[in-house]
């Protein structure tokens, strides 16, 4: 699959600004207190938003893009804590901070019955990681702020990724997938087996592909 090139880039950094102006406002009567107690602002911006149409892979956002996005993400998470702050109960916020697939990043939260929500979203690895906030340039301070628990960035799939024949258009498409998933198995992976079966599904596979650090404040 090749890379696209990413042209337009002070088009982008406004779409940035736009993204991050939108964010701040947590509003929290429509999202958290009437709707479904948790809420989180993705990178809603071109081309790191949406699927490809085209057979390409977006590269992920570097240098000066990379900085404007996570000083939004920085903002967000600021503005929503002094909100949140304010409702005088428990909550979770976290920026969920990703490498090397940045552009998954975001600000999550929660409160009520839903505040331990994501406290196992992410498989916490034995062997950790520490941040290293040089790589941030001048929002390093910023970061330095924040304590970040390292977790493991991984695709997961599970024993019925395959399916039954019937669903695929032809015989040779049942086929195909059969062999891609084969040999997906074969690459270094976590299997974990559940003690009570969700539906079909009796265990699942997971392929780290980065790292991710979620980023709270006191």
């Not at 509003?27 to 709707?35: A, F, K, Q, S």
């Not at 929503?80 to 990703?98: A, N, V």
């Not at 409160?111 to 040089?134: A, W």
């Amino acid at each position: 699959m090749r890379k696209k090139k990413i042209r337009g880039h002070k088009r982008r950094w406004k779409e940035i600004e736009s993204w991050r102006l939108d964010n701040l406002d947590l509003n929290l009567t429509d999202y958290l207190l009437n709707e479904r107690d948790r809420y989180y602002a993705k990178i809603r911006v071109h081309p790191w938003s949406g699927l490809s149409l085209t057979n390409s892979m977006t590269p992920e956002p570097t240098r000066k893009t990379k900085q404007k996005i996570l000083k939004g993400l920085l903002d967000i998470y600021e503005a929503w804590k002094s909100q949140l702050d304010k409702l005088g109960q428990p909550y979770y916020l976290k920026i969920w901070l990703f490498e090397p697939r940045f552009s998954q990043s975001q600000v999550v939260c929660a409160i009520g019955d839903n505040v331990d929500f994501y406290e196992n979203t992410f498989f916490n690895p034995e062997k950790s990681k520490v941040l290293n906030e040089d790589n941030y340039g001048e929002l390093q301070g910023r970061l330095e702020s924040f304590i970040w628990e390292y977790r493991l960035d991984e695709d997961h799939y599970d024993n019925t990724e395959v399916g039954e024949p019937e669903i695929y258009a032809s015989r040779q498409d049942y086929e195909d997938i059969k062999i891609w998933f084969a040999k997906l198995l074969k690459k270094p992976h976590r299997t974990s087996k559940f003690k009570e079966p969700i539906g079909d599904i009796t265990e699942s596979f997971s392929f780290k592909r980065g790292d991710i650090w979620l980023g709270g404040q006191k």
